[in-house]
């Protein structure tokens, strides 16, 4: 039946409109999507951050230069050391200096690629004591993004290139047998390893939600760990290669993989696949630093002040 709007009836548009069922509510994205585009988010603004800073870098080039020689140079006494001791002896722990030199050019490359991509994770501690993680937390972009980039310093690039330079020495005095599993394995440890020290840095900082200022802590597992895998698995204590073997996979990084390269008997005498191991290493280790720092940002109860 039509009715006038006008006189207090419904006309039939009204009627039809009062028993039509009511939308079905959107869809919820699917958690794959909603994870990619966090991940999207997160590049993002990781790439915006880094490139602010890279750009107030730029606009004072002689101090750049000379920052990166710094810390080319600052790097390079850690081999320097090396030479000194080999002044002295012809191997260590069974290894020859070239064998040594193509462990350190592995870890520094590794841990030069990690400190440059999100080395400034170790301030961590000190915003959360002071309260300036607050001002991340209420901008539109991931806070682990934003922690990652922050100061970005593209001088950190030396070590890498001290450690690219110590390589190529290594390479061109060592007597290696290249097959195709060598040679691809070189950029799948290096880019593991970048990986499993990249996850260290993310666990390290995601404790100091709850430590508040224990960067030296992280710098004892990166800086630390560092300086442990230039050096051959014989010369430490079996407990400490398996602690970083099985507990804080370190030995993923170029141990087990160096060991396949040159030949030499693996650490805990692991099969041969594990060479290989790496880069799925590197993607657990990240996995599960993300879930840590998941845990502690919600843990995160600011200052107080």
Same mark, same amino acid.
């Given at each position: 039946?039509?009715?006038?709007?006008?006189?207090?009836?419904?006309?039939?548009?009204?009627?039809?409109?009062?028993?039509?069922?009511?939308?079905?509510?959107?869809?919820?994205?699917?958690?794959?999507?909603?994870?990619?585009?966090?991940?999207?988010?997160?590049?993002?603004?990781?790439?915006?951050?880094?490139?602010?800073?890279?750009?107030?870098?730029?606009?004072?080039?002689?101090?750049?230069?000379?920052?990166?020689?710094?810390?080319? @140079?600052?790097? #390079?006494?850690? /081999? !320097? &050391?090396?030479?000194?001791?080999?002044?002295?002896?012809?191997?260590?722990? =069974?290894? *020859?200096?070239?064998?040594?030199?193509?462990?350190?050019?592995?870890?520094?490359?590794?841990?030069?690629?990690?400190?440059?991509?999100?080395?400034?994770?170790?301030?961590?501690?000190?915003?959360?004591?002071?309260?300036?993680?607050?001002?991340?937390?209420?901008?539109?972009?991931?806070?682990?993004?934003?922690?990652?980039?922050?100061?970005?310093?593209?001088?950190?690039?030396?070590?890498?290139?001290?450690?690219?330079?110590?390589?190529?020495?290594?390479?061109?005095?060592?007597?290696?047998?290249?097959?195709?599993?060598?040679?691809?394995?070189?950029?799948?440890?290096?880019?593991?390893?970048?990986?499993?020290?990249?996850?260290?840095?993310? @666990?390290?900082? #995601?404790?100091? /939600? !709850? &430590?508040?200022?224990?960067?030296?802590?992280?710098?004892?597992?990166?800086? =630390?760990? *560092?300086?442990?895998?230039?050096?051959?698995?014989?010369?430490?204590?079996?407990?400490?290669?398996?602690?970083?073997?099985?507990?804080?996979?370190?030995?993923?990084?170029?141990?087990?993989?160096?060991?396949?390269?040159?030949?030499?008997?693996?650490?805990?005498?692991?099969?041969?696949?594990?060479?290989?191991?790496?880069?799925?290493?590197?993607?657990?280790?990240?996995?599960?630093?993300?879930?840590?720092?998941?845990?502690?940002?919600?843990?995160?109860?600011?200052?107080?002040?």
């Amino acid at each position: 039946m039509t009715g006038a709007g006008p006189h207090g009836r419904r006309t039939d548009e009204e009627t039809e409109a009062a028993v039509a069922p009511a939308p079905a509510p959107a869809p919820a994205p699917a958690p794959a999507l909603a994870s990619r585009s966090r991940l999207a988010d997160g590049l993002r603004a990781y790439r915006l951050i880094a490139g602010m800073w890279l750009r107030s870098t730029m606009a004072y080039r002689a101090s750049f230069l000379m920052t990166t020689f710094g810390n080319f @140079a600052a790097t #390079a006494l850690d /081999f !320097v &050391a090396i030479l000194l001791m080999f002044s002295r002896v012809d191997a260590l722990g =069974g290894y *020859t200096l070239p064998e040594i030199a193509f462990l350190y050019g592995l870890t520094s490359i590794s841990f030069g690629l990690a400190d440059l991509a999100i080395g400034s994770m170790d301030r961590l501690g000190r915003r959360v004591r002071d309260g300036t993680l607050d001002t991340l937390l209420v901008r539109p972009a991931p806070v682990l993004a934003q922690v990652a980039a922050d100061r970005f310093a593209l001088r950190r690039l030396g070590r890498v290139v001290q450690g690219v330079l110590v390589l190529v020495y290594a390479l061109g005095s060592l007597d290696v047998h290249w097959t195709a599993p060598k040679v691809l394995l070189m950029p799948l440890m290096m880019l593991g390893g970048a990986a499993i020290f990249c996850a260290v840095f993310v @666990a390290g900082a #995601a404790f100091q /939600f !709850v &430590a508040q200022d224990a960067s030296e802590v992280q710098n004892a597992f990166t800086y =630390g760990g *560092t300086t442990l895998l230039q050096y051959p698995p014989t010369v430490f204590a079996r407990e400490l290669v398996r602690g970083v073997t099985f507990v804080l996979p370190l030995a993923f990084v170029n141990w087990l993989p160096a060991s396949y390269v040159l030949g030499r008997p693996y650490p805990l005498a692991l099969p041969w696949w594990t060479a290989f191991a790496s880069p799925l290493v590197g993607v657990g280790c990240c996995a599960l630093a993300g879930l840590a720092w998941r845990v502690g940002l919600r843990s995160y109860r600011s200052t107080g002040s």
